[in-house]
């Protein structure tokens, strides 16, 4: 039983990831004169922007299925911590979707929320993946907190706005990948 809760919660990290990826991309690709430099990632999300249905779907769609994940692994990883840090990411995750840029403060605080925990939870995970994956795993979620302090602090680096925004985001997405593939081979 621990092992096929952990594939199903493999396939569901997995299938929120990638959906949301390819969401991300189509909406980015169907926004008007959209900037992966000068725009946000919640822009495409607006309630005015034809990406908006999309975007706020794909979003909401990873936040559940990366907390519905937990549930599935609560067998497998004892950590409470990590296991904490998974239902938040996607509980924010979860927000980014259903209050959108338009929602200013309390749409920042989802957002935050999302970012903050995917990256811990990345650097958790160590524990529960082999060298050489343990590594990347950290290497990913504090690359991902270092490009949220820059983010917060208007340090950009050159990539704009939206690019240090996707430095945040990316390195997560691919520790989710990853991670899923190791739990589906278990």
Request: proline content about 3%; hydrophobic content about 55%.
């Amino acid at each position: 039983m621990k092992r096929l809760n952990g594939k199903v919660a493999g396939a569901l990290i997995f299938v929120g990831a990638v959906q949301f990826i390819l969401g991300m991309l189509v909406a980015e690709c169907v926004y008007p004169n959209y900037s992966v430099a000068n725009h946000y990632i919640s822009d495409l999300g607006k309630l005015d922007a034809v990406s908006a249905p999309l975007f706020n779907t794909s979003v909401f769609l990873l936040g559940l299925l990366v907390a519905v994940s937990a549930y599935f692994l609560r067998q497998i990883v004892r950590n409470k911590v990590f296991l904490g840090f998974l239902v938040l990411c996607g509980v924010g995750a979860m927000g980014v979707g259903i209050f959108p840029e338009d929602f200013g403060i309390l749409h920042t605080i989802v957002s935050l929320i999302a970012f903050l925990f995917g990256a811990l939870s990345a650097i958790a995970s160590y524990k529960y993946q082999k060298p050489p994956l343990s590594y990347f795993a950290v290497i990913l979620g504090l690359t991902s907190l270092t490009a949220l302090i820059l983010f917060a602090t208007g340090i950009h680096l050159g990539l704009g706005k939206g690019g240090m925004e996707r430095m945040i985001a990316y390195p997560v997405l691919l520790w989710a990948i990853a991670f899923s593939g190791h739990l589906l081979k278990e």
